[in-house]
């Protein structure tokens, strides 16, 4: 089956500075990447998406690119808040079993 | 909409013991997943519906039943409680369509095995 790799585990940046999160998947037939994020004790919250046909995607703060060859896409949050510490799961989806594979997720602190 | 909702919040079971975890959603959606979260780690799929009367298991089947007889409901059932299920338990649900498309999850069920 899919295997999601995500890293860095844990990343503290300054409030302002950019957060970048990567993730690699190996099931070439994977065609759909969501970006997940997730408050201590709450449900896992969509932030943004993107499908294999496409290389970037931008909603304000947040882009997530794709490198279909190289078979990575990351997370990129640009002026950093507090209210952006959380953990940051990505996944990949295979039409293989209707399956969404997740990473071990980012524990992402933003200090003020 | 309620979305997706589950079944109860919190669970502390003996081992041996068995339950199942509701899940229901009032979208539609013709998906739905079973997740469990470890703490520290990532989601990994138990079971997975695509439609009433059809399901499917995921990474971690084991220990675990699901059924689907309506496309609002996908009950999970564990049977013979073990401490290695100490876990949070999410439902999951997507429509597919031409998709596939947003996962939308439900609050979870934090689940203890004593």
């Known amino acids: 089956g899919e295997n999601v790799e995500q890293h860095p585990s844990t990343l503290s940046v300054q409030e302002g500075d950019s957060a970048v999160i990567k993730c690699t998947y190996s099931?070439?037939?994977?065609?759909?990447f969501p970006w997940y994020k997730q408050e201590l004790g709450k449900r896992p919250q969509l932030i943004i998406d993107?499908?294999?046909?496409?290389g970037e995607k931008k909603d304000q703060r947040i882009a997530v690119t794709l490198n279909k060859t190289a078979k990575h896409f990351s997370l990129h949050i640009t002026e950093t808040q507090p209210e952006d510490s959380a953990v940051y799961f990505c996944?990949?989806?295979?039409?293989?079993?209707?399956?969404?594979?997740f990473g071990t997720g980012t524990s992402l602190t933003v200090i003020p | 909409n309620a979305g997706v909702t589950q079944t109860p919040k919190f669970r502390i079971l003996k081992i041996g013991q068995s339950m199942t975890l509701q899940c229901t959603q009032d979208?539609?959606?013709?998906?739905m997943y079973w997740y469990r979260q470890d703490p520290g780690m990532g989601l990994k799929l138990i079971y997975y519906?695509?439609?009433?009367?059809?399901?499917d298991k995921g990474e971690v089947p084991n220990g675990y039943n699901v059924s689907r007889s309506t496309t609002e409901d996908f009950p999970l059932r564990l049977e013979l409680a073990a401490p290695s299920q100490t876990s949070v338990y999410f439902c999951?649900?997507?429509?597919?369509?031409?998709?596939?498309?947003?996962?939308?999850f439900g609050p979870g069920t934090r689940l203890t095995v004593t």
């Open positions: 519906s695509v439609g009433a009367g059809i399901t």
């Open positions: 999951a649900s997507s429509y597919s369509g031409q998709g596939p498309y947003e996962q939308y």
């Open positions: 099931d070439s037939a994977s065609n759909y």
């Open positions: 979208m539609n959606h013709n998906y």
């Open positions: 996944a990949g989806h295979t039409n293989t079993g209707n399956q969404f594979y």
């Open positions: 993107i499908r294999s046909n496409v």
